[in-house]
C-alpha cells in the first residue's frame, strides 16, 4: 500500500534551518510530481513546494519561495524540503503528498515550530 513518512521537524530559532524528508514507499516514485503542504492551526492546509516527477520543474509558495527549496531523489523515493531563514510564522505540521491515479495520499506529517 502507499506510504509517505515525514520526518526532520523540530523545534528551531528564527533564522534557523531545517530539512525535512518524506519516504515513499507503495508506487512508481519516479513517475510522480510530489507536493509539500503545512497547516498552522487553526489555519487550512497550504500547498508550498511542488516538484516534477523528475525533479526539473519545481513550483513555490509566495510566502516560501527563496528560503525554501525543493528536490527528490528517486534512487531513493525521496522527497526533501530544505528550509532556511525560518521565521515563527513557517510554524506549522508539514506534509507530503501524492496524486497518484488511484487518488491522493498524505503522510502523517511532521511539527515544525519556529520559536525563540
Known amino acids: 500500500q502507499v506510504q509517505l513518512v515525514e520526518s526532520g521537524g523540530g523545534l528551531v530559532q528564527p533564522g534557523g534551518s531545517l530539512r525535512l524528508s518524506c519516504a515513499a514507499s507503495?508506487?512508481?516514485?519516479?513517475?510522480?510530481?510530489m507536493r509539500w503542504y503545512r497547516q498552522a492551526p487553526e489555519k487550512e492546509r497550504e500547498l508550498i513546494a511542488r516538484i516534477s516527477s523528475i525533479g526539473g520543474n519545481t513550483g513555490y509558495a509566495d510566502s516560501v519561495k527563496g528560503r525554501f527549496t525543493i528536490s527528490r531523489d528517486n534512487a531513493k523515493n525521496t522527497v526533501y524540503l530544505q528550509m532556511n531563514s525560518l521565521k515563527p510564522e513557517d510554524t506549522a505540521v508539514y506534509y507530503c503528498?501524492?496524486?497518484?491515479?488511484?487518488?491522493?495520499?498524505w503522510g502523517r506529517g511532521t511539527q515544525v515550530t519556529v520559536s525563540s
Open positions: 507503495g508506487f512508481t516514485f519516479s513517475n510522480y510530481a
Open positions: 503528498n501524492a496524486q497518484l491515479n488511484s487518488g491522493g495520499y
